[in-house]
């Protein structure tokens, strides 16, 4: 070994920590930063609005699609501030993308291009989001104009509040894209992850108020509490399993070189929707019981259709039998529905019979195709019935026990899955680390003495 070679080996493994893994450091400080940022964006206001007609406006309708998508936007719905929209714009983009890519010849072309392929496709992603953004900016703004929530009305308020919204929308998506390059996890997971998260103080804090006010005894919220935690595990334990089914690779021959047989495995898992279900299921549950109760109403003097659109909201409001039985309903329509989009059996398939790969004891292509598409539908099945578990266990234990716990099983399956991600990547930002270091050397040390 030469003594510059030997002389930098010793220096990497006397290295103090922050040089050591210095990378990673910076990746987990640029991911606060982020978050940091993203967090003061939320409390700037959007011009024009009565903040006292907005907070009036916004315990009147408690319950509805509204607590959904200020929970997205981390209170900045509540708030009203230029991130009022959050990223369900870009969410929503993506999901119609990913729809349009198994409808659309050109775009199901453009995924299997690569990497090129890819690039175009976020490139339709960003185009929905301005379009999306722009018309709910909109939308919101005449809402809010509509309940008297604005100082102002006409071009005055929309031009300023709806090119807020929308510039609040599109640096969002900018930064989770940036969180993604130069940070550790994926973006726009981590921006919900802190959206929700920060709201954790207040909900203990009701919690632990509650038993102050004796609305709740204390050993209940202890075994809530227990309750909870047993919830969290089996949330990890489901979100890690998978059925490995078996693969096999044939002996072939290319040239001279003779390659011998391999076993693998193809891991499916059991909720391979994650939890896109749970946001659809919300989102389209809570929008018509938010219309019923804006624009119906309770007077017996009023028309038939405000007083029909009434007893819709009460009828469809959380935790209400109805609601509970469509809810369930709709998560495990969109288990399905999102699990065809994201794994097909026959692609899967093809893939394998190209690659020399098969499944022992079954025939490659058509049938192959067939004994997974069976496997899978029994995973989802079991998938769509844990995520409704979790979804409606919150509302059946706060209307049947009297429980004030306010974090939903939506929100409690976004924290659990985005830190399970969070802490898969570092340990790979970790593992290649370490494999660099290694390999760098053992290239110093396979040089000769000089």
């Not at 939320?42 to 907005?54: E, T, Y």
């Not at 299921?281 to 009023?302: C, I, R, Y």
Request: charged letters at 10%; proline letters at 5%.
């Amino acid at each position: 070994m030469s003594p510059s070679s030997s002389g930098h080996v010793n220096m990497m493994k006397g290295q103090p920590f922050h040089v050591k893994y210095r990378e990673i450091i910076n990746r987990l400080l640029f991911l606060i930063g982020a978050l940091v940022v993203f967090r003061l964006g939320s409390h700037i206001p959007l011009p024009g609005i009565d903040n006292v007609a907005l907070e009036r406006f916004f315990k009147a309708n408690e319950g509805t699609f509204l607590g959904l998508f200020n929970m997205f936007s981390g209170g900045a719905l509540q708030r009203m501030s230029i991130l009022a929209l959050g990223i369900m714009p870009y969410i929503s983009a993506s999901i119609i993308v990913q729809l349009l890519t198994t409808v659309v010849p050109s775009l199901e072309a453009l995924k299997k291009e690569g990497e090129q392929g890819k690039r175009k496709i976020n490139q339709y992603t960003r185009y929905g989001t301005l379009g999306l953004a722009l018309v709910q900016g909109v939308g919101m703004c005449a809402g809010l104009i509509s309940q008297g929530i604005t100082l102002s009305s006409g071009l005055a308020f929309y031009i300023p509040a709806v090119t807020s919204l929308v510039a609040g929308t599109m640096f969002l998506m900018w930064l989770g894209e940036q969180i993604t390059e130069r940070g550790v996890g994926n973006g726009i997971s981590m921006i919900i992850f802190a959206g929700i998260v920060a709201a954790l103080p207040n909900t203990v804090i009701q919690s632990f108020s509650s038993v102050e006010q004796g609305q709740t005894s204390l050993i209940g919220l202890a075994v809530f509490g227990l309750l909870s935690l047993a919830v969290l595990a089996a949330i990890v334990f489901i979100e890690k399993a998978q059925r490995r089914i078996p693969v096999n690779y044939a002996q072939k021959q290319q040239g001279r070189r003779i390659f011998t047989a391999q076993q693998t495995h193809l891991p499916l898992k059991i909720n391979m929707a994650g939890v896109i279900p749970a946001i659809f299921a919300s989102s389209l549950l809570l929008f018509p019981a938010s219309l019923g109760q804006w624009l119906g109403s309770a007077d017996p003097n009023a028309g038939i259709v405000k007083r029909t659109l009434q007893d819709l909201a009460l009828v469809l409001s959380p935790g209400q039998p109805l609601y509970l039985v469509l809810f369930a309903a709709l998560i495990i329509f969109f288990c399905y529905f999102y699990t065809a989009l994201v794994f097909s059996p026959k692609e899967v398939s093809e893939n394998l019979k190209r690659s020399g790969a098969y499944v022992p004891g079954i025939r490659p292509g058509e049938q192959t195709a067939r004994y997974l598409d069976h496997i899978l539908n029994r995973l989802t099945f079991i998938g769509a019935i844990y995520i409704t578990v979790i979804c409606l266990m919150p509302m059946i234990l706060q209307s049947s026990f009297g429980i004030p716990f306010h974090l939903g099983g939506t929100s409690l399956l976004i924290v659990v899955v985005v830190v399970m991600d969070f802490m898969a990547q570092l340990q790979a930002h970790l593992t290649s680390h370490q494999y660099d270091n290694q390999s760098l050397m053992r290239k110093s040390s396979a040089h000769p003495k000089g």
